[in-house]
């Protein structure tokens, strides 16, 4: 599916138009990995804090 969408005045193209090149990431994936770091940090900041 080819996805048109116009030009900005400045000549940006859009992120559509970009290469599918390099790995693909889950955007679900990554945002569970971070929240699994926040959580770790504030559980180690309030066990360091005993």
Do not use: C, W
Not at 18 to 35: D, F, T
Request: charged share 10%.
């Amino acid at each position: 599916m080819q996805l048109a969408t116009p030009q900005s005045s400045a000549g940006v193209l859009s992120f559509y138009d970009a290469p599918e090149k390099g790995p693909s990431m889950n955007p679900r994936i990554v945002l569970a990995v971070v929240a699994v770091f926040v959580v770790a940090v504030i559980i180690l900041d309030h066990a360091l804090l005993l």
